[in-house]
């Protein structure tokens, strides 16, 4: 391609005219291209995973995320086995709005929990990953002091498919974390859409992080993700921000007195603090501590991993069977004959629906 700025009479920068192929710097990289990364069998999967060896742990997350069969499988092996290793720990769910503070606040959570010789496990769950191949949340240039840590495990978003299929993937690595001794896990979520639920059905303790606004906090906030909070935490109250940030704290705590005490029987607080300044983050930890012994105590803790383990269950159920209806080839054939009869009004949409159950079941 000519490019004006080759002209004689030009002044500027000139473009080099492009080259067909990049000179091989080394010749003999191509050979090293061919090696495939070390695969493991199932028991040195777990041995590593048991041992702590965050590369090997990493390697059997990275089968957890594939699509490909022969993955999937052994990965089900793997996790089956870590299981029994598994449990002693405390989950936490972090939610907020992009710019929140997550990541600010993640990374001076992480810092204080690793001061009590903890290894926590940072994991995310991102809506949105398809597009951003999961690079929003749980990024570890977010995460400065955490992402160098040895005893801190930051892994992004799972990208591939579903919210159900992602959410699945997280709680499967949370599993491997805990046999390779990660006994605090963070689980982090964007406050948007539906992904909060998912990550609630995986935590013993759901943060939801605010921040103070124009006096009017409680807009904007679907009741659906309030009710689920176990705590509430006001951020960025730094500066001129303190009392902003104390207001919004009464509005919370006013509002909150309005639901019904939750099953836990634990009444949900509101605390401010700063992520950024590491203002009150002890009295945050503080307050999933205190609530972590509240709920052990009552028995309420076991319940609810009781009731997450059953939810996983029958999602695992409801995902598997949709995933094997849609790529039914019988099934996706009738489908578009269905649609069409739909749509020119031949047959009623639960007709088609039906149609096309009867043909999943005949061509299983
Ligand atoms: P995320 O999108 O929820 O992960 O939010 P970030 O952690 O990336 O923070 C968004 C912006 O808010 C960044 O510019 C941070 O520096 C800033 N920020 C985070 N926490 C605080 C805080 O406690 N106080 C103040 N003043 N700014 C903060």
Same mark, same amino acid.
């Given at each position: 391609?000519?490019?004006?700025?080759?002209?004689?009479?030009?002044?500027?920068?000139?473009?080099?005219?492009?080259?067909?192929?990049?000179?091989?710097?080394?010749?003999?990289?191509?050979?090293?291209?061919?090696?495939?990364?070390?695969?493991?069998?199932?028991?040195?999967?777990?041995?590593?995973?048991?041992?702590?060896?965050?590369?090997?742990?990493?390697?059997?997350?990275?089968?957890?995320?594939?699509?490909?069969?022969?993955?999937?499988?052994?990965?089900?092996?793997?996790?089956?086995?870590?299981?029994?290793?598994?449990?002693?720990?405390?989950?936490?769910?972090?939610?907020?709005?992009?710019?929140?503070?997550?990541?600010?606040?993640?990374?001076?959570?992480?810092?204080?929990?690793?001061?009590?010789?903890?290894?926590?496990?940072?994991?995310?769950?991102?809506?949105?990953?398809?597009?951003?191949?999961?690079?929003?949340?749980?990024?570890?240039?977010?995460?400065?002091?955490?992402?160098?840590?040895?005893?801190?495990?930051?892994?992004?978003?799972?990208?591939?498919?579903?919210?159900?299929?992602?959410?699945?993937?997280?709680?499967?690595?949370?599993?491997?974390?805990?046999?390779?001794?990660? %006994?605090? #896990?963070?689980?982090?979520?964007?406050? =948007?859409? $539906?992904?909060?639920?998912?990550? +609630?059905?995986?935590? /013993?303790?759901?943060?939801?992080?605010?921040?103070?606004?124009?006096?009017?906090?409680?807009?904007?906030?679907?009741?659906?993700?309030?009710?689920?909070?176990?705590?509430?935490?006001?951020?960025?109250?730094?500066?001129?921000?303190?009392?902003?940030?104390?207001?919004?704290?009464?509005?919370?705590?006013?509002?909150?007195?309005?639901?019904?005490?939750?099953?836990?029987?634990?009444?949900?607080?509101?605390?401010?603090?700063?992520?950024?300044?590491?203002?009150?983050?002890?009295?945050?930890? %503080?307050? #999933?501590?205190?609530?972590?012994?509240? =709920?052990? $105590?009552?028995?309420?803790?076991? +319940?609810?991993?009781? /009731?997450?383990?059953?939810?996983?269950?029958?999602?695992?159920?409801?995902?598997?069977?949709?995933?094997?209806?849609?790529?039914?080839?019988?099934?996706?054939?009738?489908?578009?004959?269905?649609?069409?009869?739909?749509?020119?009004?031949?047959?009623?949409?639960?007709?088609?629906?039906?149609?096309?159950?009867?043909?999943?079941?005949?061509?299983?």
């Amino acid at each position: 391609m000519e490019h004006i700025e080759n002209d004689d009479q030009f002044q500027g920068l000139k473009v080099n005219k492009g080259i067909s192929e990049q000179p091989t710097v080394n010749p003999y990289l191509n050979n090293f291209k061919r090696f495939k990364r070390k695969t493991y069998t199932v028991s040195e999967y777990v041995e590593g995973i048991r041992k702590g060896d965050i590369s090997i742990l990493g390697q059997a997350v990275t089968l957890i995320e594939s699509s490909k069969q022969e993955h999937q499988s052994i990965a089900q092996e793997v996790i089956e086995k870590c299981l029994p290793y598994t449990g002693d720990s405390v989950r936490v769910g972090i939610t907020g709005v992009p710019g929140a503070g997550k990541s600010t606040s993640i990374d001076a959570f992480g810092m204080h929990i690793l001061k009590g010789n903890n290894k926590l496990a940072v994991l995310a769950i991102d809506p949105s990953s398809e597009m951003t191949k999961g690079s929003i949340l749980g990024d570890k240039t977010r995460m400065e002091r955490l992402s160098i840590e040895k005893n801190a495990f930051i892994r992004p978003s799972p990208s591939a498919g579903s919210l159900g299929g992602v959410a699945r993937k997280t709680r499967e690595t949370i599993i491997l974390c805990e046999a390779a001794g990660f %006994n605090r #896990i963070i689980v982090e979520t964007v406050g =948007v859409g $539906q992904s909060e639920t998912a990550v +609630h059905s995986m935590v /013993d303790f759901f943060l939801l992080i605010q921040l103070a606004g124009t006096g009017d906090e409680l807009q904007g906030i679907k009741r659906g993700i309030m009710e689920m909070a176990d705590g509430i935490v006001i951020n960025k109250a730094d500066g001129n921000n303190i009392e902003k940030a104390r207001l919004a704290q009464s509005h919370f705590q006013n509002a909150l007195h309005l639901f019904p005490l939750p099953d836990s029987g634990w009444a949900p607080k509101v605390l401010t603090y700063s992520g950024y300044y590491e203002i009150g983050i002890e009295e945050v930890w %503080n307050m #999933i501590d205190e609530y972590i012994g509240f =709920v052990k $105590q009552n028995g309420y803790f076991d +319940h609810r991993r009781n /009731d997450q383990a059953r939810f996983w269950m029958y999602e695992t159920i409801n995902e598997r069977l949709k995933n094997d209806f849609y790529n039914n080839p019988a099934v996706q054939a009738e489908l578009k004959i269905c649609e069409q009869q739909v749509l020119s009004s031949q047959i009623t949409p639960f007709s088609a629906a039906n149609k096309a159950l009867n043909t999943f079941t005949k061509h299983r």
